[in-house]
């Protein structure tokens, strides 16, 4: 398995300190986040990151929104590094959903965003990355959900810091159905939507049983 799928986007980062830290992270990360869908039925994410690997095509298109709101609101240094690494991780926890397999529970599903910290890398790297740095990390990750976050972590949207407020908004904007980046359908995360139909007579994907 590919796990330096997002070595462009940690590049983005330019703290060596933080950028160590979010790459030997993913290398931690179960192997859901590197082959898992966005979404299961469709619902609330575009058609591309709703089938195998599609969860990393939405953290590609969160990137590529939370790198333009960067741009657009002035945030530079070690704060944009900081919003770039949360971005990345932000769903490294997530899990298939209790309709994917009945072995999960709707808690863990609805919980990766607490979840996350559970593969933060090591003593040593999160010590290298400071406690300030590393709280806003996890902060971001654990909010980015906004208004759907877990409610055993819940807060007013107008209590956000400008950091988590920055990530949330681009993982919301992220899940926008006729939003088209230029990501949706990156080398080496082949589109497995481009199959043809099952039969003459189904609208569904004859490989991921989508309706296309």
Same mark, same amino acid.
């Given at each position: 398995? %590919?796990?330096?799928?997002?070595? !462009?986007?940690?590049? /983005?980062?330019?703290?060596?300190?933080?950028?160590? #830290?979010?790459?030997?992270?993913? +290398?931690?990360?179960?192997?859901? #986040?590197?082959?898992?869908?966005?979404?299961?039925?469709?619902?609330?994410?575009?058609?591309?990151?709703? *089938?195998? +690997?599609? /969860?990393?095509?939405?953290?590609?298109?969160?990137?590529?929104?939370?790198? *333009?709101?960067?741009?657009?609101?002035?945030?530079?240094?070690?704060?944009?590094?900081?919003?770039?690494? @949360?971005?990345?991780?932000?769903?490294?926890? !997530?899990?298939? +959903?209790?309709?994917? %397999? +009945?072995?999960?529970?709707?808690?863990?599903?609805?919980?990766?965003?607490?979840?996350?910290? !559970?593969?933060? #890398?090591?003593?040593?790297?999160?010590?290298? /990355? =400071?406690?300030?740095?590393? @709280?806003?990390?996890? %902060?971001?990750? *654990?909010?980015?959900?906004?208004?759907?976050?877990?409610?055993?972590?819940?807060?007013?949207?107008?209590?956000?810091?400008?950091?988590?407020?920055?990530?949330?908004?681009?993982?919301?904007? @992220?899940?926008?159905?006729?939003?088209?980046?230029?990501?949706?359908?990156?080398?080496?995360?082949?589109?497995?939507?481009?199959?043809?139909?099952? %039969?003459?007579?189904?609208?569904?994907? =004859?490989?991921?049983? /989508?309706?296309?």
């Amino acid at each position: 398995m %590919n796990k330096n799928i997002l070595e !462009k986007e940690i590049n /983005l980062i330019q703290d060596s300190t933080i950028k160590e #830290f979010t790459k030997k992270t993913l +290398s931690n990360t179960p192997d859901y #986040f590197f082959v898992g869908m966005a979404s299961s039925t469709g619902k609330y994410h575009p058609q591309c990151t709703c *089938r195998k +690997s599609g /969860l990393l095509i939405h953290v590609k298109r969160a990137i590529y929104t939370v790198n *333009r709101l960067c741009d657009g609101w002035g945030i530079k240094g070690i704060d944009r590094d900081i919003v770039l690494s @949360a971005t990345i991780l932000h769903d490294i926890a !997530k899990v298939p +959903s209790p309709k994917e %397999n +009945s072995k999960i529970t709707y808690t863990d599903y609805e919980n990766h965003p607490i979840n996350a910290e !559970k593969y933060w #890398f090591g003593e040593k790297e999160t010590i290298m /990355l =400071g406690i300030d740095n590393l @709280a806003k990390i996890t %902060n971001c990750i *654990r909010y980015h959900m906004g208004l759907w976050t877990p409610q055993s972590i819940k807060k007013e949207i107008k209590d956000y810091t400008l950091l988590e407020l920055i990530v949330y908004t681009a993982d919301y904007i @992220a899940t926008t159905k006729d939003l088209i980046t230029p990501v949706d359908n990156t080398d080496g995360i082949p589109c497995q939507c481009e199959n043809p139909l099952e %039969n003459e007579l189904s609208s569904k994907c =004859g490989n991921c049983g /989508l309706e296309i």
